[in-house]
C-alpha cells in the first residue's frame, strides 16, 4: 500500500514524507482511541485511493487546459485536491449515515465509527 501511495505521488514532492504521513494517519486510526480517531476513520483517512479517484481527472483537465496554453496555477491545484478531500469525507460520512443499520450486521463494516456508536448522527452530520 505504502509503495502505491509512492508511485501514484512519486513526481509531488518528497516521498519519505508521504510515506511518514501515511504511517502516521494510519496508526491514528487504528489505534481506536479517541476523538481524532473516530473521525479520521469516518471519513476513512487511512484509505487514500477515493481520493485519488477524484483528483486525478481534476488534475487531468486541468493539465489539458494548461497543455494548449492556460496557466496551471497552483493555488487552483490546491482548490482541487482540498475538494476532492471534502468530497470523498462527505460521501463516506453519508453512506455510513445511511447504512448505519445494516453496517452493524455485517463483519466488516461493524466497527465503523456511526455503527459501533463511537459518533452520533448528530455529530456526523454537524
Not at 487514500?48 to 494548449?68: E, K, N, S, V
Not at 491545484?77 to 445511511?98: E, S, V, Y
Not at 445494516?102 to 466488516?108: L, Y
Request: hydrophobic share 45%; glycine share 14%.
Amino acid at each position: 500500500k505504502l509503495q502505491f501511495l509512492y508511485f501514484i505521488g512519486g513526481g509531488w514532492g518528497k516521498g519519505k514524507f508521504k510515506i511518514m504521513l501515511t504511517q502516521t494517519i494510519s496508526r491514528i486510526c487504528n489505534s481506536k482511541k479517541g476523538h481524532l480517531s473516530a473521525y479520521l476513520r469516518l471519513i476513512r483517512a487511512d484509505k487514500q485511493i477515493g481520493t485519488w479517484l477524484l483528483l486525478l481527472p481534476c488534475w487531468w483537465g486541468h493539465g489539458m487546459g494548461w497543455a494548449m496554453g492556460g496557466a496551471m496555477p497552483l493555488d487552483v491545484m490546491a482548490t482541487f485536491g482540498a475538494g476532492a478531500l471534502c468530497m470523498r469525507a462527505a460521501g463516506c460520512i453519508i453512506n455510513d449515515m445511511w447504512d448505519k443499520d445494516f453496517d452493524k450486521q455485517v463483519e466488516r463494516t461493524k466497527e465503523r465509527p456511526i455503527a459501533a456508536g463511537e459518533i452520533s448522527m448528530g455529530r456526523a452530520f454537524g
